[in-house]
């Protein structure tokens, strides 16, 4: 009886469908290939007739051969760390869809369909269900077949396209994208072929720096395969969407082209005279551009379309997402002309990790709060840009005027070189649209004011005292009225936190102390010490006028006073050197480890977001630092450098010193013994502003978490911590939060995931990662930050937590680092970094601790490989490569 139900069920299944009947409703079914081809009929496009295989077929076929549970058989410990047993069960699995027969239904329907249609030499093309989808792209992993004749050649490349859908591509990517194998079918689109005269690719936006107003376009003579599978350099444009002009042509010389044969394609040398010969003529190219944008309008998001030309016509054979482009900076200008943001936490901060949703809302808050106007503070900032969990700041404004230009490139600050070189470059292409669109710069300023918070001039105004306090006073009573500052307002906000009753209480809180803890206090800090930040270069300026030589100084930047960083450091040395003679290993009951981590557990690897739990929350990485000191039997040395540092910053004061009064500048020798002083007891602060900030955000993560208690008893989360994956708006919604967190989770860990974040953008979509510098292969160039020359192994790290491959004299390299990464420089030997400048967190820490770096160093992280060896020479910027990977 059941058997019988089956067979009737199997009657009923339809395993074929034309072309025009079928739309991005049945994507399950037919495949991201078929569902788009069905779209571009529906928007009245060019496309060659035919039907698509659905992926029912598919399934009855795996079913009548019995195939999933040998496939599972032989996936068995298959991963992507061992590539050779990864093909061999690839070749086997191939070889099992070849010997397996189509069932006979399916053929019935498939011969059905092919007659319909005519019967054509075909184009057979792979379409997976699991293609295309957002945060996926599977271009190019599956099979393709042209000029396929006849049915019984037919059959055979239906089977060989769904078997590439367990090729060693499409599984490593599987496995990489942690994708299961459960339940995957594929479609497979069978056209009539388009013998094509030329034939190419065209993007409705330019992949290559992601403006959409762009189009790029390639075209050679003959059939696709050519182009798609990188055989023959295809002529190029680049042409401009709004104006329709061609912005860039480039003809290649063209060496083959595909072409049909009795069966199937093959490569053939192209005539002499058509080598060199445009494929297309400016009318040609202006067509596709037209078919393009008909295209990207119908389906809303840029597309990569493959086209053919044969006896006049333009034929649209497949369209697919531009998968890779970034996307446009929200909300969107439009309308508003050129707009030009920066990268806010990649610049200021060196973070290019995203922001969790909590983490991102706060800065978007913190920014909202500065402004007076109260309508305006209950919209988005509009200068300040959201785009894949990062913040960009519009900064169009200020750089309509070229004199901002010099002060950009001659001033060096806190802002990362690479961005303000990348920034420089993007002035530069887009001047005469810039400078055209500016308006009085008094206005702006004014129109600014008016909206800014009158406390935030008032704060500046009322702290000009602790600036004159810092330098007037001695030393020691700066650092310690800025201690005495800091420590006073964590004290304020845990009082205030204990009078908090209600929910909303405990939101407008948090709004309110987030909002000061990332302005108002830092600065009060800081200014205390504000003096401090020019001692050196006033020194350097002094000395040059009787010294040639000043590199001595660089001995005075090391080892100071009063850096709660340092400190950090130097407590973690102790315990592993404790805890070893001890003979024990770290754990979270050693009273050690419990100190260390009630003072610095507040502290972790992304400072600003608060949806990033601190070492208290996850320990491990400090239990594994300790452990790796302790392996490295690196203590000793990392403690009695430190003070030989000291001594030596001690040393070089005299020595200066000395050398000025016998060149007879002994006025200028004490100002110089003064000032050096001065730096050595009060420059160590700076980390301090940073150390309070972060005290403070964990207590606001605490206040969240209480709520997230409450939503976790209200069944509105199914865990505490899951609120710092919604925003302050869902907190007071009222609504259920579950299916929203597991959205915002899935979206942050594929953003996790990625190496290259812009650091500049343009509301055309344009991305800048990096600068455009010429470099040879042994060499990359960046900036000089910390001094030394240095010789060693590469180890490429992303995060700190990954210290523990650390071993004693290697290169660090990495993005960027903050104080989470400082306990690390106690066992590197040098440090290149892609982001940063000689004022950054890792440069700072890295002169104190005499470790050569080098900062702005591009893709470092990604050109450069484990176990590399390196020369890099902190002085000139130069890192040398001295070894093959």
Not at 545 to 568: F, G, Q
Not at 776 to 805: A, C, F, M, Q, W
Request: proline share 5%; charged share 30%.
């Amino acid at each position: 009886m059941e058997l019988e139900r089956q067979r009737e069920d199997m009657k009923n299944i339809k395993y074929t469908e034309l072309l025009q009947d079928v739309s991005q409703k049945d994507f399950s079914r037919v495949g991201g290939k078929g569902a788009n081809l069905g779209e571009m009929i529906k928007a009245g496009l060019p496309v060659p007739e035919g039907f698509v295989l659905l992926a029912d077929s598919y399934k009855r076929f795996m079913t009548a051969n019995n195939l999933n549970t040998e496939i599972d058989n032989m996936l068995i410990g298959v991963d992507n760390d061992n590539q050779e047993k990864l093909e061999e069960a690839s070749v086997k699995i191939r070889k099992l869809f070849e010997q397996s027969e189509i069932p006979h239904d399916v053929l019935i329907e498939i011969d059905r369909i092919y007659e319909q249609i005519g019967s054509p030499e075909a184009a057979v093309r792979s379409s997976a269900t699991a293609e295309d989808l957002p945060g996926t792209s599977f271009a190019g992993q599956y099979d393709t077949f042209l000029n396929v004749k006849g049915k019984d050649e037919l059959y055979k490349c239906v089977k060989k396209c769904w078997a590439s859908l367990w090729s060693a591509r499409a599984l490593s990517y599987r496995i990489k994208q942690n994708i299961d194998n459960t339940g995957l079918a594929h479609g497979v689109v069978i056209q009539k072929l388009i013998n094509a005269e030329k034939s190419g690719i065209l993007f409705t936006a330019n992949p290559v720096n992601g403006r959409r107003d762009q189009i790029l376009l390639n075209s050679s003579w003959g059939l696709g395969e050519a182009i798609v599978g990188g055989d023959v350099t295809p002529d190029q444009w680049i042409v401009d969407k709004k104006n329709r002009y061609i912005v860039e042509e480039n003809i290649a010389t063209k060496e083959i082209m595909t072409v049909r044969k009795e069966a199937g394609t093959e490569f053939v040398d192209v005539p002499e005279k058509k080598r060199k010969q445009a494929t297309l003529s400016q009318e040609e190219v202006l067509k596709l551009l037209e078919l393009g944008e008909k295209t990207e309008d119908h389906f809303g998001f840029p597309q990569d379309i493959e086209w053919a030309f044969y006896e006049g016509v333009f034929y649209l054979v497949q369209t697919r997402p531009i998968t890779s482009l970034y996307p446009i900076p929200e909300p969107e200008d439009v309308g508003k002309g050129l707009r030009i943001y920066v990268n806010f936490l990649m610049n200021k901060q060196a973070t290019p990790e995203p922001l969790t949703p909590i983490g991102e809302d706060m800065i978007k808050k913190a920014f909202t709060g500065i402004i007076f106007n109260r309508k305006a503070r209950k919209k988005p900032f509009s200068r300040l840009k959201s785009v894949a969990g990062r913040l960009f700041v519009d900064v169009t404004e200020l750089y309509r005027f070229e004199r901002w230009w010099d002060k950009l490139a001659n001033n060096p600050t806190d802002m990362d070189p690479v961005t303000t070189r990348a920034l420089l470059q993007v002035l530069e292409r887009n001047k005469a649209e810039l400078l055209k669109q500016r308006k009085s710069l008094i206005k702006s300023v004014l129109r600014l004011l008016v909206k800014m918070n009158p406390w935030l001039p008032i704060f500046m105004i009322t702290s000009i005292p602790k600036v004159i306090y810092g330098a007037v006073f001695p030393p020691d009573r700066a650092v310690a009225k800025a201690f005495e500052y800091g420590n006073n307002q964590i004290k304020s906000i845990m009082q205030k936190r204990e009078k908090l009753q209600t929910r909303q209480e405990k939101l407008e809180f948090i709004e309110r102390q987030f909002t000061a803890f990332f302005y108002y206090v830092p600065l009060g800090v800081l200014y205390y010490v504000t003096m401090s930040l020019v001692y050196i270069e006033k020194a350097k300026k002094i000395m040059s006028k009787h010294m040639d030589d000043t590199s001595e100084l660089n001995k005075v930047e090391k080892a100071v006073s009063h850096n709660v960083t340092t400190e950090m450091g130097m407590g973690l040395l102790q315990i592993a050197k404790n805890l070893n003679r001890a003979g024990v290993h770290p754990t979270l009951d050693n009273p050690e480890v419990k100190q260390f981590l009630a003072k610095y557990g507040h502290r972790s690897s992304q400072e600003v977001d608060l949806g990033v739990p601190g070492w208290k929350e996850n320990p491990g990485y400090i239990i594994n630092l300790i452990q790796s000191y302790i392996n490295n039997k690196s203590y000793n040395e990392g403690i009695e450098k430190f003070y030989r540092d000291m001594e030596e910053a001690d040393q070089a004061i005299e020595n200066i010193t000395r050398q000025l009064k016998e060149k007879s500048a002994r006025r200028d020798a004490r100002r110089v013994e003064i000032l050096l002083k001065k730096f050595r007891k009060t420059f160590g602060v700076r980390e301090l502003p940073k150390y309070i900030l972060t005290k403070a955000f964990s207590i606001l993560r605490e206040i969240l978490m209480e709520i997230g208690e409450e939503l976790q008893a209200e069944d509105r989360l199914d865990h505490k911590t899951d609120i710092f994956l919604v925003s302050f708006e869902d907190i007071r919604s009222g609504e259920k939060l579950q299916k929203l967190v597991r959205q915002n989770r899935e979206e942050y860990q594929r953003e996790l995931q990625k190496s290259l974040v812009p650091r500049v953008m343009t509301s055309t979509g344009e991305t800048i990662f990096s600068v455009i510098e010429d470099e040879r292969n042994d060499t990359y160039k960046g900036i000089p930050v910390s001094p030394g020359v240095y010789e060693g192994p590469v180890k490429v790290l992303k995060h700190p937590e990954e210290g523990s491959r650390l071993k004693k004299g290697d290169i660090l390299v990495t993005t960027a680092t903050n104080p989470a990464w400082t306990p690390l420089f106690l066992i590197i030997g040098g440090l290149i970094m892609e982001t940063g400048g000689p004022m950054s967190h890792g440069s700072v820490v890295a002169r104190e601790y005499g470790v050569p770096a080098v900062a702005g160093v591009r893709e470092a992280t990604a050109r450069l490989k484990d176990r590399q060896k390196v020369r890099l020479n902190g002085e000139t910027g130069k890192v040398e490569i001295l070894s093959p990977e």
